[in-house]
Nanobody, 123 residues
């Protein structure tokens, strides 16, 4: 049974950093695509970053050069490093997983979701 549990969110000032974690039980990182989505207030949930079983990463344009996705198979954990945070990064961040060999962009392509962790960027 797959379970995804996010942590690491919080309140941070603009320009600050956070590292989000997604503890993934029942997931084989070599077989699953792991992604981070976010949902800002009043907006639809949107894909932020993904990592494939081969370690290929992909980012939405608004976070390139600021966010970084990685994983630690020994800890069964996927990370999202958020740097140079902006107020528009404020959102609930979700971890998602699906069995696939290439990046999946649509929400309905993901079988497993975490409960989300809140990130607030404000001075």
């Amino acid at each position: 049974q797959v379970q995804l549990v996010e942590s690491g969110g919080g309140l941070v000032q603009p320009g600050g950093s956070l590292r989000l974690s997604c503890k993934a039980s029942g997931v084989n990182f070599r077989l699953h695509v792991m992604s981070w989505y976010r949902q800002a207030p009043g907006k639809e949930r949107a894909l932020v970053a993904s990592i494939t079983g081969d370690g290929i990463t992909n980012y939405t344009d608004s976070v390139k050069d600021r966010f970084s996705v990685s994983r630690d198979a020994a800890k069964n954990t996927v990370y999202l490093q958020l740097n140079n945070l902006k107020p528009e990064d404020t959102a609930v961040y979700y971890c998602a997983a699906t069995v696939a060999t290439s990046i999946r962009a649509r929400e309905d392509e993901y079988d497993y979701w975490g409960q989300g962790t809140q990130v607030v960027v404000s001075s």
